[in-house]
């Protein structure tokens, strides 16, 4: 690992912090605005979604909807950008898609899981990725489920562990390689450090590692290309990048892996705008800075003469330390580059401002 010195350096500036009432588990910006959504749980076990819209350096609260059930976790992935529906998931397993012009009942809601839906993804909306607009959900009851909010009630495709296989805590899901009509992955981690990733087109599992600690964030650098990164982060304080441009027989994908800090990494978030710069979230109440270097060659033949992938480098372009709590989650502006709102479980969420990332 090498560190960008000097002037060049990113820095992270803190913008705006806002006090909450609530644990907020999920923050996310509203596409083409400058609103973004606070979700979570209050103290008395209903589930909270605020909608925040940025004023110069102040937040003005627009609206609270309280729901019976807390939410963990919500994207715009599988929504147009005229309607920007938030799809989210809650403790009691339920998914539903809310317009928040309206939204006072959801406009298409399924009892998606049998416990907590821990993670949830969307493509094929806001002009992201090819195919239809899916949603993945990654559950406590160890399944991982995609859907198509025009099909009512019964997901596209449903990965369950094999009878035999114990059920394991599946902790986050994201989508993959959705380049054209055709292909489209998921990848998911697990409590027991198990990553999957299933090949929707093929329905099977393509590729499986594990990473010897919970996986608590997975993310491609970008949804909607051939498969080309995946960063998987852990409960004891690494990360690991796995290059998917080849995939070797037995050996799997190249990787690389960081140890970041001591605590977990809660979350990975690649920068929109510069797939390979990302942001990792710690359990110490820390952002890391991130940008990945690739090697002079990415793949070389084996003795035997097959194709394998040669990992690249990381290097450390910032920390900033700013909550003495878990930041738990985190989201780049896909309109406004450097522009970023964390939330952390010392019930506030920060917009910050990341500088100088046209200099990298």
Known sequence: MSAIVGAERPQVVSHVQQALSYTVFDCKWVPRSARLLCLGSAARGTGIVQLYELHGARLELLREIEKPKPIKCGTFGATSLQQRYLATG???????????????????????????????????????????????TGSRDGTVKVWDPRQNDTPVASMEPVQG???????????????????????????????????????????????????????????????????????????????????????????????????????????????????????????????????????????EGSEMGVAGSVSLLQNVTLSTQPISSLDWSPDKKGLCVCGAFDQTVRVLIVTKLNKI
């Not at 012009?101 to 993804?121: L, Q, T």
């Not at 969307?122 to 992201?128: A, E, K, N, W, Y």
């Not at 995946?230 to 960081?258: C, I, M, N, W, Y």
Request: proline share 3%.
């Open 90 to 136: 809650d403790f009691d397993g339920n998914l539903n898609i809310w317009n928040l012009e309206a939204p006072e009942i959801p406009v298409y809601s399924v009892k998606g899981h049998k416990e907590i839906i821990n993670s949830i993804d969307g493509v094929g909306g806001l002009g992201i990725g090819e195919g239809a607009p899916e949603i993945v």
């Open 165 to 303: 296989e114990s059920k394991r805590d599946c902790w986050t899901v994201a989508f993959g390689n959705a380049y054209n009509q055709e292909e489209r992955v998921v990848c998911a981690g697990y409590d027991n450090g198990d990553i999957k990733l299933f090949d929707l087109k093929t329905m099977s599992l393509r590729w499986e590692t594990n990473i010897k600690n919970g996986v608590c964030s997975v993310e491609f650098d970008r949804k909607d290309i051939n498969m080309n990164k995946l960063v998987a982060t852990s409960l004891e304080g690494k990360f690991h990048v796995f290059d998917l441009r080849t995939q070797h027989p037995t050996k799997g994908f190249a990787s690389v892996s960081e140890k970041a800090q001591k605590s977990t990494i809660w979350q990975v978030r690649h920068l929109p705008q510069n797939r390979d710069i990302f942001m990792t979230s710690g359990g110490s109440g820390s952002l890391h800075l991130w940008k990945y270097e690739y090697p002079a060659q990415r793949s070389k033949k084996d003795s």
